[in-house]
């Protein structure tokens, strides 16, 4: 966000209040948005707190932000203009957050020149299937009506291709324009303000995002190295009468866990037994790496409790933007009706190429090659975290998906040492980014699928030794070891 010179001889308080003020006067801080903590910004900035401290007060000095109770240190924006023919800028109405600071520390640590990222949720580029998806779209275009618009419920072809693979009629399908948009749609057709949903937790954040914004009460519920806890739940719905549980059951973002079958078992019976419904979140299960998929929740609930998502952006490219619910007729044409305010309908253009992709055997084809790659990713991390990580640092094996949850020994956290594994410039997303408590606190998610292989090695490596710097600051303090190493699935 900022930066300072210290070679400069103009005094670091004075850089960050002049760098503050020309975003103020330019407009790129507009008013309402709230600064980041003193503290916050000078550990960023690697500086004493008296320096941002410094900075602040020269701003309010000038008029150009202001200290509320409860909110910090907000900008109030630049002077109002002065004479007969000033003209007032419109003032758009509410606060606006500067960007959160973890975004920041991530994306400034990425932007390094040979910076290596375990970061992404996302695939490298050479794993997409370009070659073919260009083919295809080729291929759809050379009928014009491709370029129009589609039936609201998704083009019935691709409905149909999807009903099959799952065991479903096409009457239970509906295409959308991605997974947060069906889970957008969801929480407002299912769900009024005030109403309770149980949710994993850690979960993926923006899940939790969508739930605050729809005005209900999340009940967080743990996850372990077998998935959703059972044990417990049947308390929790008895106590709370939820509406819904929320589940990313098959290769969990963020751990990599996967839900054991006596468990899945479990929760369809508790989910019938309390009449609430389960979201189950999809994304990863094509990308199962032991030869057999794991069976979804769906194709084990009778009762038509589960409404699935899944999409194309995980196992194919996000760029398609395409999703879809699987759930009851009645859900489904209530989500239908109500997406009209909100995305209309899917491109027709991607869903004629996404099924003219399961038509022709692409996306078996496709599959075939990725998840090996990805299976070879997975192998290159997990040999590195044993090769170089130092004793008290876990993690978990999982068996598909992009990603590997691995936890450090107290009192580390991930947030500190993501500071430390800048300097070394690897990236990652901390573990309370998706949500709170101790094992978010010291857990971290690494991806395996965007890094290249050559760089998944080196990356490791230069993360422990970030580790080991931290590990050896707290011995130096006198803090506790820790004795437990290496996987624990």
């Known amino acids: 966000m900022f930066k300072l010179d210290r070679t400069s001889a103009t005094p670091l308080y004075r850089q960050l209040y002049a760098q503050a003020k020309e975003r103020i006067l330019s407009g790129a801080l507009p008013p309402g948005t709230r600064l980041p903590p003193e503290r916050t910004l000078a550990r960023r900035l690697g500086v004493n707190r008296t320096t941002v401290v410094n900075a602040y007060r020269e701003l309010a000095a000038e008029g150009l932000v202001e200290g509320r109770v409860g909110h910090g240190t907000v900008v109030l924006g630049p002077p109002e203009p002065r004479g007969a023919d000033?003209?007032?800028?419109?003032?758009?109405?509410?606060?606006?957050?500067?960007?959160?600071?973890?975004?920041?520390?991530?994306?400034?640590?990425?932007?390094?020149?040979?910076?290596?990222?375990?970061?992404?949720?996302?695939?490298?580029?050479?794993?997409?299937?370009?070659?073919?998806?260009?083919?295809?779209?080729?291929?759809?275009?050379?009928?014009?009506?491709?370029?129009?618009?589609?039936?609201?419920?998704?083009?019935?072809?691709?409905?149909?291709?999807?009903?099959?693979?799952?065991?479903?009629?096409?009457?239970?399908?509906l295409i959308l324009a991605g997974s947060q948009i069906a889970l957008y749609l969801i929480s407002r057709v299912l769900l009024q303000p005030g109403d309770t949903v149980l949710v994993e937790m850690p979960s993926y954040i923006n899940t939790l995002g969508i739930f605050d914004s729809a005005g209900v009460r999340v009940v967080p519920v743990p996850v372990d190295q077998h998935g959703l806890v059972v044990d417990g739940l049947d308390e929790l719905m008895l106590r709370y009468q939820p509406k819904l549980l929320f589940t990313l059951p098959t290769f969990h973002n963020p751990l990599g866990v996967t839900l054991t079958p006596e468990r899945r078992r479990r929760l369809i019976q508790l989910a019938a037994r309390h009449q609430v419904g389960i979201v189950e979140d999809d994304p990863y299960g094509p990308l199962h790496f032991t030869g057999q998929p794991v069976p979804t929740l769906k194709s084990l609930d009778p009762g038509g409790y589960v409404i699935y998502i899944s999409s194309a952006s995980k196992a194919v490219s996000p760029a398609l933007r395409l999703a879809w619910i699987i759930a009851a007729p009645p859900v489904v044409e209530r989500i239908a009706r109500a997406r009209g305010s909100l995305d209309f309908r899917a491109a027709l253009l991607n869903q004629r190429v996404m099924e003219a992709f399961l038509r022709e055997g692409l996306l078996?084809?496709?599959?075939?090659?990725?998840?090996?790659?990805?299976?070879?990713?997975?192998?290159?991390?997990?040999?590195?975290l044993q090769r170089y990580m130092p004793d008290g640092v876990s993690w978990y094996v999982p068996e598909g998906g992009y990603h590997i949850w691995c936890r450090l020994p107290r009192p580390l956290t991930a947030r500190r040492l993501l500071t430390e594994a800048g300097r070394e410039g690897v990236a990652f997303v901390p573990g309370d980014f998706y949500g709170a408590g101790q094992m978010a606190r010291r857990g971290l998610r690494l991806n395996?699928?965007?890094?290249?292989?050559?760089?998944?090695?080196?990356?490791?490596?230069?993360?422990?030794?970030?580790?080991e710097r931290l590990l050896r600051e707290e011995a130096a303090d006198g803090g506790e070891e820790a004795s437990i190493s290496g996987p624990v699935v």
Not at 127 to 143: G, I, K, S, W
């Open 448 to 467: 395996f699928s965007y890094p290249r292989p050559e760089e998944i090695g080196p990356g490791i490596a230069r993360l422990a030794r970030a580790v």
């Open 86 to 173: 000033a003209v007032r800028p419109m003032p758009w109405a509410g606060p606006t957050e500067a960007e959160e600071p973890l975004v920041a520390d991530i994306n400034a640590i990425i932007r390094r020149p040979g910076a290596i990222s375990f970061a992404h949720g996302e695939m490298s580029p050479e794993l997409y299937p370009a070659e073919a998806v260009a083919h295809l779209m080729q291929q759809v275009l050379q009928d014009p009506a491709a370029l129009g618009y589609g039936p609201i419920a998704g083009l019935m072809p691709l409905r149909q291709a999807i009903a099959d693979a799952m065991g479903v009629t096409a009457d239970q399908v």
């Open 364 to 384: 078996a084809e496709h599959l075939g090659r990725l998840r090996p790659a990805l299976k070879e990713r997975r192998d290159l991390m997990l040999e590195a």
